[in-house]
């Protein structure tokens, strides 16, 4: 699939930018749907983004925000990204929309996959933005190097839903969408910043290996046009 590059001068400009388009992008799904849905990713370079979207002018009543990926933790935990959409994201006007958490206090993180996959069942057919991050490793979602659920997450005919993911790089365990729910999103963007990240990004452009390198699944068989946003 093609792939655009939206450069940006510096992390703020970035973080405008951004969510000019996403609040455009809301904002005509809910004119012509009656309603939107959103999938974020947690990490620390979307913050600044979500401070800048809370603030703009849309029905957020109409809103439904969920998670790319999360952590199996609770949401008071440090590391858990409900607790960071919450605190950045789900305010100020943005306090109206709904939102969708991907843990639950469930015996095992299998139990908590499922769970989440009913709850979100309604929405993301097909998402209306999905916002995905990069890490240096070339991990995006919870689409980690050599993850022990990888070639099922990364399966474009499997379901749409919410798997679990183990890998070396990831620190706790992990809930992600399947690719096969975010590969189709009306406006799919890959959010990142820095110049290493970039040469990341290049990395993965000159090679194939989806089990090193799966932000590859993204550039190389994603439905929907990749737009990638960028700021040095
Ligand atoms: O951390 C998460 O919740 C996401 O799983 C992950 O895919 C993230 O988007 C990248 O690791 C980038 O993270 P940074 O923005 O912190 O570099």
Redesign the pocket.
Same mark, same amino acid.
Do not use: C
């Given at each position: 699939m093609t792939a655009t590059l939206h450069e940006f001068a510096d992390a703020a400009a970035l973080a405008a930018g951004l969510a000019d388009e996403v609040a455009a992008r809301l904002g005509s799904a809910i004119q012509q749907r009656g309603s939107a849905s959103i999938a974020v990713?947690?990490?620390?370079?979307?913050k600044r983004f979500f401070e800048t979207l809370s603030s703009r002018d849309i029905d957020w009543s109409k809103v439904t925000v969920t998670l790319?990926?999360? +952590?199996f933790v609770p949401p008071d935990s440090d590391r858990s990204?409900h607790l960071l959409v919450a605190t950045h994201l789900l305010k100020d006007k943005a306090a109206q929309a709904a939102f969708i958490p991907l843990y639950y206090d469930a015996p095992t993180i299998e139990d908590a996959a499922v769970i989440a996959t009913e709850k979100t069942a309604g929405i993301g057919n097909p998402f209306d933005v999905a916002i995905?991050?990069?890490?240096?490793d070339g991990?995006?979602?919870?689409f980690f190097p050599h993850g022990n659920n990888l070639a099922r997450a990364l399966d474009l005919s499997g379901p749409r839903g919410i798997l679990t993911m183990q890998a070396e790089g990831a620190g706790e365990e +992990?809930l992600t969408f399947s690719f096969a729910s975010l590969a189709d999103a009306r406006f799919l963007v890959v959010h990142i910043?820095g110049q290493g990240?970039k040469d990341v990004l290049e990395q993965a452009k000159a090679g194939s290996d989806e089990t090193d390198m799966p932000i590859r699944a993204v550039l190389n068989r994603a439905a929907s046009p990749v737009e990638i946003y960028w700021a040095p």
């Amino acid at each position: 699939m093609t792939a655009t590059l939206h450069e940006f001068a510096d992390a703020a400009a970035l973080a405008a930018g951004l969510a000019d388009e996403v609040a455009a992008r809301l904002g005509s799904a809910i004119q012509q749907r009656g309603s939107a849905s959103i999938a974020v990713s947690g990490g620390s370079t979307p913050k600044r983004f979500f401070e800048t979207l809370s603030s703009r002018d849309i029905d957020w009543s109409k809103v439904t925000v969920t998670l790319v990926d999360e +952590r199996f933790v609770p949401p008071d935990s440090d590391r858990s990204n409900h607790l960071l959409v919450a605190t950045h994201l789900l305010k100020d006007k943005a306090a109206q929309a709904a939102f969708i958490p991907l843990y639950y206090d469930a015996p095992t993180i299998e139990d908590a996959a499922v769970i989440a996959t009913e709850k979100t069942a309604g929405i993301g057919n097909p998402f209306d933005v999905a916002i995905l991050g990069m890490g240096g490793d070339g991990h995006t979602a919870s689409f980690f190097p050599h993850g022990n659920n990888l070639a099922r997450a990364l399966d474009l005919s499997g379901p749409r839903g919410i798997l679990t993911m183990q890998a070396e790089g990831a620190g706790e365990e +992990r809930l992600t969408f399947s690719f096969a729910s975010l590969a189709d999103a009306r406006f799919l963007v890959v959010h990142i910043e820095g110049q290493g990240k970039k040469d990341v990004l290049e990395q993965a452009k000159a090679g194939s290996d989806e089990t090193d390198m799966p932000i590859r699944a993204v550039l190389n068989r994603a439905a929907s046009p990749v737009e990638i946003y960028w700021a040095p």
